[in-house]
């Protein structure tokens, strides 16, 4: 069964840096994009960019362009979300996902909260 | 950017209703449409894909038609564990944008 397993919950502090990471399994993870996605507390799901693995080509929304660096590990299956300088506005659920037929998100890691406050 | 709306933003039902959401994009997505689950604390789960594909393991219940700018998702009879959040999403054209979502609750 494909999983997707995310790092755990993480609390910052304005301006501090930060990577999460989403460990894929039980597929050839150099085979298929990953993108990333954001949920802000009670908001809708926002879509911030995706990679493909096996060359480490990104692609990323013009929102979320030059906050965020998508990478990944392929020796070790894992794709990365980091930032540089934490906001406020950056606390969220942070969800990976592997594509699917479509281009449709047809797997998803268990999301990690960051959660950003002096 | 491509917008998605959907409607309505939120519903009450019962179980056993029959459910229609719709998806509008704001230009042509083609069938790059795609349906998601969300229940609360939890990830999303890929519904239907391609407009009218059901993803493995989903229940016949659900379905999705539509192309261009105008998609539906139909729930043909409403189960107590299909209380949730809807979004569509496009992925005919970065960056992929989703709608708003549309919350079902029980009457």
């Known amino acids: 069964e494909v999983q997707l397993v995310q790092s755990g919950a993480e609390v910052k502090k304005p301006g501090e840096s930060l990577r999460i990471s989403c460990k894929g399994s039980e597929y050839s993870f150099t085979s298929y994009w990953i993108s990333w996605v954001r949920q802000m507390p009670g908001k809708g799901l926002e879509w911030m960019g995706r990679?493909?693995?096996?060359?480490?080509?990104?692609h990323y929304s013009p929102s979320f362009q030059g906050h965020v660096t998508i990478s990944a590990d392929r020796s070790i299956s894992t794709a990365f979300l980091q930032w540089s300088s934490l906001k406020a506005s950056d606390t969220a659920m942070y969800y990976c996902a592997r594509h699917h037929y479509g281009d449709s998100l047809g797997y998803w890691g268990q999301g990690t909260l960051v959660t950003v406050s002096s | 950017d491509i917008q998605m709306t959907q409607s309505p933003s939120s519903l009450s039902a019962s179980v056993g209703d029959r459910l229609t959401i719709t998806c509008r994009a704001s230009q042509s997505v083609s069938s790059y449409l795609n349906w998601y689950q969300q229940k609360p604390g939890k990830a999303p789960t890929l519904l239907i894909y391609?407009?009218?594909s059901l993803q493995g393991g989903v229940p016949s219940r659900f379905s999705g038609s539509g192309s261009g700018t105008h998609f539906t998702l139909t729930i043909s009879s409403l189960q107590p564990e299909d209380f949730a959040t809807y979004y569509c999403?496009?992925?005919?054209?970065?960056?992929?944008?989703f709608g708003q979502g549309t919350k079902v609750e029980i009457k």
């Open positions: 999403q496009q992925s005919f054209s970065t960056p992929w944008t």
């Open positions: 391609a407009a009218s």
């Open positions: 990679i493909d693995p096996s060359e480490s080509y990104t």
